[in-house]
């Protein structure tokens, strides 16, 4: 059986949100992880309650948690920004942990695939990490001359809001770190004809 594909890139920014109030995120040279997240952040933890995005579940659930950490691409980051006709979009603004470089369509990494880092972290691939309006009101308050920021940046960052994943190997991750991402063996499922 062949390998599974490799791709390369790398980490721009490391950022970490302590407050509970906010989920603005402030950029750090380096986090530790552990299996539970980053120490600290907001997101860290082994579980976490059942919300919107989990509906088979009573809201408020302890689940496991498969959202310890947020990643962006900082290509998909230029083309929101174009997008909503602005200068730029932050990792910051969007509560992003990871900023990465150099991988092609970020969002679309497959659940599974996993995201090595040269200090022994490794994130594992959860899902897309679905845009929704909160973040487009911090975008909006940087932009206060341009009509409803908040609403247009669901349409505008759909399929390219970046990824959530869970630490699968306590480590380092630094600014600047050289990435190499494993994608999951292929496979397709087909329901047995009755």
């Known amino acids: 059986m062949p390998p599974s594909p490799q791709l390369f890139g790398r980490a721009v920014r490391v950022l970490v949100c302590t ?6 995120t402030r950029e750090l040279a380096e986090v530790r ?3 539970e ?6 997101h860290a933890g082994h579980t976490r309650p059942a919300d919107v995005r989990t509906p088979w579940y009573p809201k408020g659930t302890p689940i496991r948690n498969t959202r310890q950490l947020s990643l962006v691409s900082a290509e998909e980051l230029a083309v929101v ?3 909503l006709g602005i200068p730029k979009v932050l990792a910051s603004w969007l509560g992003a942990n990871l900023e990465l470089v150099g991988i092609p369509r ?3 990494l497959p659940p599974g695939s996993r995201i090595f880092f040269p200090e ?5 691939v959860e899902g897309e990490n679905e845009p929704c309006i909160g973040p487009g009101k911090v975008i909006g308050e940087h932009h206060p001359d341009k009509e409803k920021l908040a609403s247009r940046f669901v349409k505008a960052a759909w399929e390219k809001r970046g990824l959530v994943a869970w630490v699968d190997r306590p480590g380092v991750i630094r ?3 050289e990435v190499r991402v494993m994608l999951p063996k292929p ?6 004809e009755r």
């Open 187 to 192: 496979v397709t499922y087909v329901l047995p």
């Open 37 to 42: 997240g980053i120490d600290g952040d907001r």
């Open 33 to 35: 992880v552990t299996f």
């Open 81 to 83: 920004a174009q997008t």
């Open 19 to 24: 407050e509970q109030k906010t989920f603005v």
């Open 106 to 108: 970020l969002t679309f």
């Open 175 to 177: 600014a600047g770190d």
């Open 120 to 124: 022994d972290a490794v994130l594992a």
